[in-house]
């Protein structure tokens, strides 16, 4: 269960400067406190190679306080999950990311753009 605090919008921030370590595009995160009980936080980024979606999902599992309680998606590189219970992590292919367009369904929440000026 989600704690709702703000230690979930720091690990998102984290989260976010580690994927845009290793060049992730489009860094979101999508603030879902009060809409639903799944998560505090999606974070979404992009990529256009598996390497590079590898390397994203790689750099975030090596370098976060704490190790995610599920992990999805390394077969197919095309959308990773790394379930941190506050944060949730999606990992796009480009492609995938515009298909899925997790932004759009979640339209309702509080939005965070991430850059590399932000770190």
Known sequence: MPTGNTSSLTLAKTIADLAIDKKGERVVSI???GLTSITDHFLICSA??????????????KNTPTKPVRVEGYEKMNWIILDYIDVVVHIFKTIEREYYNLEKLWGDAKTIDYSEDDS
Do not use: G, Y
């Open 31 to 33: 603030d879902l406190k």
């Open 48 to 61: 256009d190679t598996d390497v590079q979606i590898k390397a994203i999902a790689d750099n975030i599992r």
